[in-house]
């Protein structure tokens, strides 16, 4: 196998789809990947639990370290994001960004491309409903975190209430508001 060129024509821009847990983030960026012909999801999450030893989870008593890994992860995922945009694939990064700090490291990070941030605020109590419903289920109840990302980031991107709307309905509006426009698939 000979070298060949890993990068190309860039991709549109970058996704950071964010929301509280529960509002369907994780769902609605894999849907919204699979509309264009190269794209990445990238699951904050999962980046995480790539830690073996010494991983600390948030929880709502809070934890400097989690806190620290918190954007230790972001980090990662803006680098995965930049790697796979240089390669012209658009990179949907699904974390839960709710503090002005947290996004601005986002926003410093991918603002070289065209950055795309789209808060799902289906509001807590549909949350908290999806949350109980799901394979992935949390037992802790994070839905407080929904006034505070409307507190700190109120004035930031874009907003869709999913509370009522089918993931593909979802995928459409986020599109409507993003302005990328799905390309033929590959």
């Avoid at 060949?4 to 894999?30: E, H, M, N, Q, Y």
């Avoid at 507190?151 to 986020?174: F, I, M």
Wanted: aromatic share 8%; proline share 6%.
């Amino acid at each position: 196998m000979e070298r060949v060129a890993i990068d190309r024509a860039p991709a549109p821009g970058v996704v950071l789809l964010s929301g509280i847990p529960g509002s369907g983030k994780t769902t609605v960026a894999a849907a919204l990947a699979a509309r264009f012909a190269r794209s990445a999801h990238v699951e904050v999450d999962e980046l995480q639990s790539l830690i073996v030893s010494g991983g600390h989870w948030p929880t709502p008593e809070g934890d400097p370290e989690a806190d620290r890994q918190i954007f230790l992860r972001a980090r990662h995922a803006c680098l995965l994001a930049e790697s796979f945009t240089a390669a012209g694939f658009l990179p949907v990064v699904d974390d839960v960004v709710v503090r002005r700090s947290h996004f601005a490291f986002y926003r410093e990070r991918l603002d070289a491309h065209a950055f795309h941030p789209v808060f799902l605020a289906p509001g807590p109590e549909t949350a908290w409903e999806r949350n109980n419903a799901r394979h992935k289920r949390l037992t802790t109840d994070w839905t407080f975190l929904d006034e505070a990302m409307r507190d700190e980031l109120s004035a930031e991107g874009v907003w869709v209430d999913n509370a009522a709307l089918t993931v593909d309905e979802t995928v459409d509006a986020v599109l409507e508001a993003t302005g990328l426009v799905p390309g033929p698939r590959v």
